[in-house]
């Protein structure tokens, strides 16, 4: 049966990524590689994330908020504020710095959405955050009519792929699945583990879902980000160690707040671009 693979919120940590890839590679029999966006920002090793996933076999990668501040220069900021939220913002101009122009290229190439018709029965949307927006939340207590409203004006489809919350779940509604895969690097959900899943089509437009968490060393990731100088290292520590956000949320500004959108709508032939 068809397997996908679905990644997300990698932002900067490739000790994360290497877990799960691995893990990926350990579970043996993979058909696509899904990448739902947010690569570089708040880590210790943006170009490296960005270097394993593209010498990783081939993945279809879409653009994440944080990937599209990069790609629109909002990312305002200096290095040396005290405050968490300076400590944030000061992470744009950093990391922009690490990619380089190939880097923040790299990001540019990326679509916001991806439509995947793999059968008859099995018609999958990839978006980042939601089909409206790449920073509309759908997290696991987001009412049903909250989320049927998000999905106006989509192509038809019986799953919906999300992350950007770095909340995963699995629910069910009016006959549409909806998975958020978690964050790969930065998990929000009380759990230090990395969150990815694994997707299998079954018979009568039916998936079974595995919401996995695999470990990596999240001490080695803290002392990566003091080592390299990171303006974030302090809010990084505590979100990679308690698996929660520090503050009530994370702060962009009005003018990085500003939606852009390359829907692509794609088939099982072009699946990789």
């Not at 990698?10 to 058909?31: E, F, M, P, S």
């Not at 880097?103 to 955050?129: C, D, F, K, M, N």
């Not at 997290?139 to 989509?154: F, I, R, V, W, Y």
């Amino acid at each position: 049966m068809t397997k996908l693979a679905v990644i997300s919120d990698v932002h900067g940590n490739r000790a994360a990524l290497q877990a799960v890839l691995t893990d990926i590679d350990k579970l043996g029999h993979v058909d696509h590689l899904l990448n739902l966006g947010d690569l570089a920002v708040f880590g210790p090793d943006p170009a490296g994330v960005l270097t394993l996933l593209q010498h990783y076999p081939p993945m279809l990668t879409i653009m994440g908020n944080t990937d599209r501040y990069l790609v629109e220069k909002q990312y305002p900021g200096e290095p040396g504020g005290t405050d968490w939220q300076s400590q944030v913002l000061a992470s744009f101009p950093w990391t922009a710095d690490q990619l380089g122009p190939d880097g923040l290229a790299y990001l540019e190439t990326l679509p916001a959405r991806q439509y995947l018709q793999l059968s008859a029965e099995h018609a999958i949307l990839a978006v980042h955050g939601s089909p409206r927006s790449d920073e509309e939340n759908m997290k696991p207590d987001t009412s049903p009519a909250e989320l049927n409203e998000m999905m106006t004006n989509t192509p038809p489809h019986n799953l919906l792929l999300c992350a950007h919350t770095h909340l995963p779940f699995d629910r069910m509604i009016n006959g549409r699945r909806f998975v958020n895969v978690g964050s790969v690097g930065l998990p929000f959900d009380g759990d230090p583990r990395a969150s990815y899943a694994v997707i299998t089509l079954q018979p009568r437009g039916k998936y079974h879902i595995d919401l996995r968490r695999v470990y990596f060393d999240v001490e080695a990731v803290v002392k990566e980000l003091e080592s390299v100088g990171h303006p974030t290292a302090e809010v990084g520590a505590y979100n990679l160690r308690h698996a929660r956000p520090l503050g009530s949320k994370l702060v962009y500004t009005e003018k990085m707040r500003r939606g852009t959108d390359k829907f692509a709508i794609i088939n099982k032939k072009n699946f990789y671009r």
